[in-house]
């Protein structure tokens, strides 16, 4: 019976071995499946006085190939890699908008700006004119259109995170289902190998999404958190998250965030994309809160800057119909600042432009620890700047008058308010050409001057244009206008005296220079070559004085200030027709630097997910190997039946006898 009751055993354990091959070779494509094998002991020898005689074998277990360090290891690498990847695939939609080549946005800025040489050299070709302003209204076409499409962008982005928060909140469902049925099965004794690989698949289904740590537990279940400490997973209940506007600010702050809620809390634990390491939504965030906030930025900037600066000079002219010149473009309104809704006093921060040229591609968040004091810190990816302390620390009102804005606080705030200034928000999306007619091109420079009869010396008019905004523009009066009378000296001396348009009394005097400006505080300039004799006169006038006629319809004065636009420093020191090409070169580095990092870690994702298949995957070579032997070892088994049955068969027919 012992010889009988061995093959029996061995032949039951060779059975399920030949089970578990199989098995493996079935999953050999099921994802996330671990190999298994039979674990067999030698069942206790029967102890008689020749000593102990052994009894066959028995299958103690059947576990799992699998290495928890590299499980975890490939798990947060893939967590990285995926957040990564989707960064770079979005990035790289980011530089199509700021693409170059005759389609790009740049091209069509320097088409426009080139435009008004012609109106320079033949200041009543309609032409000409006609030209200008569909060139205008073509790079507002494609500047509001560039803004679309980064909306379009967005949309899509808050999409997908929306879609990878549903999956989250999927997964810690299953997961914590699966923890529950592990933890019942756990307590027969054995591990619950397919049920393991499944939660073990769906953990790092999770992680493509957003990065976790786990901890194991004694009855089997696993704890999964996010952000370093909250838990998504505990035992069998689930958390949930959800996307959201960033609290301080609302919608007003563009700025999106991952909220936590544990099971039954109402409370929301707002998480950043820096705390959540990596995963698509880790990446999707960083993508939105800062590489589409800096694009977004760079365009509002663009389109400000250049709304402003063509508005600002066509209204300093005359048009073919001897009116003041209006805005080419939609004028540009600063937006207001936004108080956070944690504000405890009533102070307000209010805003105006003082200078086009230094404006930042940025937007800033201004945070009071007293009343004059606090830090300021510039959206994207900027770190705080302290404010109102000692020297060399900047006023509030210096750190933004640096920047093209004039700050005024008004009432006292509290330690701890906040401000958001998002000056250029929208300005992009809104830019319109405004003007159609070539008469409203106002080319022509509003000053006329002339070198008096009687003059003994070798004056000449170098230039003379209009410089100030158009609300401090006054020019001279009609009649009468500004004369400016020289003497010889030494050293060389004049004197203006006259009225503006508005009433105003000029008395001027000082040093004549030749070939230096001499600027009227009245919003004008006059630049003079040669030397003059004491006596000699100019006679500034408006253009639209009648003893000068028409002659402002064939003067190209501000349409040649209009085209010098085109090479005055604009954004951060470049020049208007640059801004474009600076633009792309910052998205063009960031897309740079976004493909190294999703090359290193997808290669290193890669790696460790080889490591780990090369522990845990079935090797289809391995198991037909496996299956011979126990094929082989189980036809041994079955002999061995066969042959205990023959001799007992022989004892029982001996006894017979």
Known sequence: MSLLNVGARALLANQVALQTVGHNIANVNTAGYSRQNTVQQTVLGQYTGAGYIGQGVDVQSILRNQNELLTRQASSAAAVGAGDTVRLSRLQQLQDVFSGGASGLGAAINDMMNAFSDVVNSPTDLTARSLVLARIDETSTRISGA???????????????G?????????AQNIAGLNEQITRAVGNGQPPNDLLDRRDQMIRDLNQHVQTSQVAADDGSVSIF???????????????????EAQTFGAAGGQLRLFFQQPGA??????????????????????????LAEGQQLLNRMAAGISLA??????????????????????????????????????????TLSDRTKLSAASFVVAFSSAGTGTITSRPGGVPEAFGGPSPQPTLVGFFAARGLTATLAGTPNANDQFLIDPLKGAAGKMKAQQFSPNKLAASNPLNAAMGPANAGSLQLASLKATGSATAFDPPAIPGGITMTFTAGPPLQYSATGTTASGAAIAQSGPYTPGTPITFAQGFEITLSGTPKTGDTVQLGNALDPQYGDIYQRNAG????????????????????????????????RTQSAQFASD?????AINLERDRMSVSGVNLDEEAARLIQYQQAYQASAKMIQIAQSVFDTLLQTVAR
Request: charged share 15%.
């Open 147 to 161: 803004s679309t499409r980064l909306d379009e962008i967005s949309s899509t982005v808050a999409a997908q995170l």
């Open 310 to 351: 063509l508005n600002e000079q066509n209204q300093l002219g005359l048009t073919l119909d001897g009116a003041p010149g209006k805005s080419l473009l939609t004028d540009i309104v600063l937006q207001p600042s936004v108080a956070a809704g944690t504000n405890t006093s009533a102070a307000t921060l209010g805003l």
């Open 226 to 244: 996010v952000a370093g400490s909250q838990p998504l997973v505990l035992g069998n209940t689930a958390g949930s998250v959800s996307i959201g």
């Open 163 to 171: 879609s990878s928060v549903r999956m989250i909140n999927q997964l």
């Open 266 to 291: 109402s409370l929301k634990v707002e998480l950043g994309e820096s705390a959540l390491g990596g995963g698509e939504v880790a990446g999707l965030l960083r993508f939105h809160n800062n590489d």
């Open 600 to 604: 290193l870690s997808s290669t290193m």
């Open 558 to 589: 501000n349409a040649g200030a209009l085209l010098a636009l085109r090479d005055q420093a604009m954004f951060d020191g470049a020049a208007l027709t640059d801004g474009f090409a600076d633009a792309m070169a910052q998205i063009g580095t």
